[in-house]
């Protein structure tokens, strides 16, 4: 089974600041038949459902800001807020659907400073 | 714009059984696969299952094999997961979510329902 590890676990960054979480597969989850990263990212605020930010490591989901960046390949994985809002205050997993069972990182919480 | 409501949660004790239900609305139910994925508050999502756009490929997590199976009402629009064997360690809210690729490929979860609380407790 493939586990997916974050850090930080938790992460405060003053408004306008840049914010990076990071992600490590147990695995490589890039497809060599397709070259895809089968890597996704999802914004989580209390009392909502997982909310798509990324797929394909660096795809970003219609509608999402462009501050919101997804980078790596293979096994490490970089999702990077570039200018923090506080409207991103949030828990953020990562993902990967490569292979069954599906599995999703411990989470990071992202706080403002 | 796809709508997920999930139904059929509660409280059970342990061993006994409980179907929850997800109506699916908004798009093409027979050409996405479907996942379940639960979470107890506070804590991460767990994957659960997944079944494929047409209903003939199923996969769990260790954690439920065996116990729960997946299955699609194509008439009905309506997906399904059937627990058996309740641990109370299935206790947590389960979500119904659509998988972003159609007709089998690929893709992480793109939109998901609310939730139904399950509760396994004597």
């Known amino acids: 089974d493939i586990v997916m590890t974050q850090s930080p676990d938790s992460l405060a960054v003053s408004l306008g600041e840049r914010a990076t979480i990071n992600c490590k597969s147990s695995?490589?989850?890039?497809?060599?038949?397709?070259?895809?990263?089968?890597l996704a990212w999802y914004q989580q605020k209390p009392g909502e459902p997982p909310n798509l930010l990324i797929y394909w490591a660096s795809t970003r989901e219609s509608g999402v800001p462009d501050r919101f960046t997804g980078s790596g390949s293979g096994t490490d994985f970089t999702l990077t807020i570039s200018s923090l809002q506080a409207e991103d205050v949030a828990v953020y997993y990562c993902?990967?659907?490569?292979?069954?069972?599906?599995?999703f990182g411990q989470g990071t919480k992202l706080e403002l400073k | 714009q796809v709508q997920l409501v999930e139904s059929g949660g509660g409280v059970v004790q342990p061993g006994r059984s409980l179907r929850l239900s997800c109506e699916a609305s908004g798009f093409t139910f027979s050409r996405y696969g479907m996942h379940w994925v639960r979470q107890v508050p506070g804590k991460g999502p767990e994957w659960v299952a997944v079944?494929?756009?047409?209903?003939?490929?199923?996969y769990y997590s260790d954690s439920v094999k065996g116990r729960f199976t997946v299955s699609k009402d194509f008439a009905k629009n309506m997906l399904y997961l059937e627990m058996n064997s309740l641990r109370p360690e299935d206790t947590a809210v389960y979500h119904c979510?659509?998988?972003?690729?159609?007709?089998?490929?690929?893709?992480?979860?793109?939109?998901w329902g609310q939730g139904t609380s399950v509760t396994v407790s004597s």
């Open positions: 979510a659509k998988v972003q690729g159609a007709v089998g490929a690929p893709g992480p979860a793109d939109y």
């Open positions: 079944i494929s756009h047409h209903g003939r490929d199923k």
């Open positions: 993902h990967q659907y490569y292979s069954s069972p599906y599995s």
């Open positions: 695995q490589n989850i890039l497809y060599s038949s397709d070259n895809k990263n089968y």
